[in-house]
């Protein structure tokens, strides 16, 4: 077994690198020159189990866990800014009343304000210029954030009982599937 603090020769080196980018062992095996049998075979153990290679394994969980330790305030700020889309009001950049419409300037809006809208588009007719607000998607924000926190579920797990006979059973426990009673 390699000793862990063993250094990562060249193909391991891109094997890390590779698959820091994609998070697929088979793929990032392949980019770094190893077969299709070894990446098919031994790369998932690579990433998975820390008795295999394990200064490749220490590599590549000591640069994730930098990642996200980087990472980690970025993606609050995500989550802080599909609050701001999913909970902002309207209300707060402009106002009407029958025909009239009255927009903030945009100088004078807070980050919460200015977070609902995507765009602002100038409309040229000969009848006048006209401005165009294009807001953020309210209901996909609301659709990330129930997610995130769970109150959507993208896998369903679906269990059906079916009767396998014992020919079935016997054949399916020599392959190595186990067979529930």
């Known amino acids: 077994m390699a000793h862990v603090d063993q250094q990562l020769d060249h193909r391991e080196k891109i094997f890390v690198e590779e698959y820091l980018k994609t998070l697929s062992p088979h793929a990032a095996a392949l980019a770094a020159g190893y077969s299709k049998t070894m990446a098919n075979t031994k790369a998932y153990s690579w990433v998975c189990d820390s008795k295999i290679k394990p200064h490749v394994y220490r590599r590549i969980k000591e640069s994730l866990d930098e990642r996200n330790a980087r990472t980690q305030a970025e993606a609050d700020q995500v989550i802080e800014e ?20 009255m927009i903030k300037d945009s100088t004078t809006l807070s980050p919460e304000q200015a977070s609902m809208v995507s765009g602002v588009v100038l409309r040229k007719s000969k009848a006048g210029n006209a401005l165009e607000l294009k807001f953020n998607d309210k209901l996909a924000a609301l659709d990330k954030l129930m997610r995130h926190i769970g109150m959507f579920k993208d896998n369903i797990n679906v269990t059906k009982t079916v009767s396998i006979s014992d020919e079935d059973r016997e054949i399916l426990q020599r392959i190595g599937v186990s067979v529930d009673d």
């Not at 609050?83 to 419409?101: H, P, Q």
């Open 82 to 101: 599909l609050k701001r889309i999913a909970f902002g009001d309207v209300r707060s950049l402009m106002s009407w009343k029958g025909n009239s419409l």
